[in-house]
């Protein structure tokens, strides 16, 4: 596992050679020339798991339906966009026998439907192969500006030891860079994303936004445990008029935090992360992280715990704050409620007694 103690020399050069394994087919040309839309979503759904849950009622839900739904929701009601959606699914087989495909492509333009595609997970050199090398087929903006989102939607991303994270494929290893791999591809000729959405548990941690850092300018995090089912996407609905990325972000997450408060008794956090603004706080942490994911890398996952950085030793540093805003809501009950605020960072420490 490569850590960002390494230099962000070594890490780029590192994400260069991962992404370099991403390669994929020439772009399919259209018969029709294609209008360039002003927005361009990109939606990774992981299924592969489990991701089964009930509501207040009692009602068993799959979350990565649910979330599929409200994509395929933002999709059609986006005549300034084109959306790609990707559902990772888990593998199956018609009559017992046969294989199924275990992925879903949905490529919408204008507010159409235009391509769906079922297609196979394992194909290609890394990870996200299959899905870079339909997106780089289809996609219209990767020459045109165009407001860019990016949305991943699934467990909590490791940071080490990702090994067993797909049901289907417990062999094979998923970290944090293997997504920032497809980011990478995924942005075209935009510098930066304009905003990056990770609905999953613990994805506001030092490791994980430097990662994504060089690559966004806005992200949208949870450094707490977070149901992704609760990630509102109704914000990206009908988007048109002017468009800050700060503002948006910001609102977005605001809309998050608001439905959790509604939905759930247990902490909320969600944190905005301006990745300009928060580098001088990753630069002085990394070494001491780097070495924390050192010595944990190996150690069984049920004796270390995530905990606020401003509780960490050694991370609450002058800076802290620069550059994250943070919505907090204390859990209604157990020893958590009495935490009054939080950093906006997760961080890593031992179980007591290991």
């Known amino acids: 596992m490569r850590e960002r103690g390494a230099g962000l020399s070594l890490g780029l050069l590192f994400l260069g050679l991962l992404c370099a394994s991403c390669s ?10 294609r209008a360039a839309p002003r927005y361009s979503l990109v939606f990774m759904i992981h299924g592969d ?7 207040t009622d009692g009602k068993r839900h799959d979350a990565d339906k649910a979330v599929l739904a409200e994509a395929q929701r933002v999709a059609e009601h986006n005549p300034n966009a084109e959306v790609f959606i990707f559902h990772q699914k888990s593998r199956s087989k018609r009559l017992f026998l046969i ?21 196979w997970r394992d194909q290609g050199a890394s990870r996200f192969a299959s899905e870079i090398e339909i997106f780089e087929a289809l996609t219209t903006t990767r020459a045109h500006p165009a407001i860019t989102m990016f949305f991943y939607f699934g467990h909590e991303i490791p940071e080490f030891d990702g090994a067993g994270y797909d049901r289907s494929y417990p062999d094979k290893s998923f970290t944090v860079p293997e997504l920032v791999c497809a980011l990478h591809r995924m942005r075209g000729e935009s510098e930066k994303v304009d905003m990056v959405v990770l609905g999953t548990c613990y994805g506001g941690s030092p490791y994980t936004i430097g990662w994504l850092a ?3 300018r806005y992200i949208v995090a949870s450094p707490e445990n977070l149901h992704r089912s609760y990630f509102d996407l109704s914000p990206l609905e009908n988007l048109a008029g002017p468009f800050d990325a700060r503002e948006f972000s910001v609102g977005f997450a605001r809309n998050a935090f608001d439905r959790l408060g509604r939905d759930i008794q247990t902490g909320i956090c969600v944190a905005v992360y301006d990745a300009g603004a928060v580098q001088s706080y990753l630069d002085s942490v990394d070494d001491a992280y ?19 950085c401003a509780r960490a030793e050694g991370y609450a540093l002058p800076g802290m704050h620069d550059g994250v805003e943070v919505l907090y809501r204390a859990s209604r009950f157990g020893r958590a409620k009495t935490m009054s605020s939080h950093s906006g960072w997760s961080c890593w420490s031992a179980k007591p007694g290991d």
């Open 24 to 33: 994929s087919q020439p772009p399919v040309e259209d018969a029709e020339p």
């Open 214 to 216: 060089p690559y966004s």
């Open 99 to 119: 294989p199924r495909k275990d992925g879903a492509a949905f490529y919408y333009r204008h507010g159409r439907l235009l391509e769906e595609e079922s297609y």
């Open 290 to 308: 780097s070495q924390t994911l050192s010595s944990l890398n190996g150690r069984a996952r049920e004796n270390v715990k995530r905990c606020d």
């Open 49 to 55: 798991g489990d991701y089964i849950y009930h509501d």
